[in-house]
Nanobody, 114 residues
Framework: VQVVESGGGLVQPGGSLRLSCAAS????????MAWYRQAPGKQREEVAVNTRFGTTNYADSVKGRFTISRDNTKNTVYLQMNNLKPEDTAVYYCYVRDGTLTAWGQGTQVTVSS
């Protein structure tokens, strides 16, 4: 499976961005799709998770500001990020898993700065 992210960029504090992640391959509906991020000098951390059955989970730092959603027909997951803060600056990665099949995207840079 191949995973491609898009939607990153530069935004001012308080602004919004929407990330997209499209997974292509032979699996019709991937079980687990998630967003991670890695800031300079820090470990990669889980941001938001969405399973095929609609279960979601968020890191405490983004609850109430980020929303993860998905389109199962397209194997695409989205991350709507509102009220962005400078500490949200990081490379955001899409991660998918279905059974033993896993894949990471190449990452998309999100920079929050005035």
């Amino acid at each position: 499976v191949q995973v491609v992210e898009s939607g990153g960029g530069l935004v001012q504090p308080g602004g919004s961005l929407r990330l997209s992640c499209a997974a292509s391959g032979t699996i019709s509906s991937i079980y687990y799709m998630a967003w991670y991020r890695q800031a300079p000098g820090k470990q990669r951390e889980e941001v938001a998770v969405n399973t095929r059955f609609g279960t979601t989970n968020y890191a405490d730092s983004v609850k109430g500001r980020f929303t993860i959603s998905r389109d199962n027909t397209k194997n695409t997951v989205y991350l709507q990020m509102n009220n962005l803060k400078p500490e949200d600056t990081a490379v955001y990665y899409c991660y998918v898993r279905d059974g033993t099949l896993t894949a990471w995207g190449q990452g998309t840079q999100v920079t929050v700065s005035s």
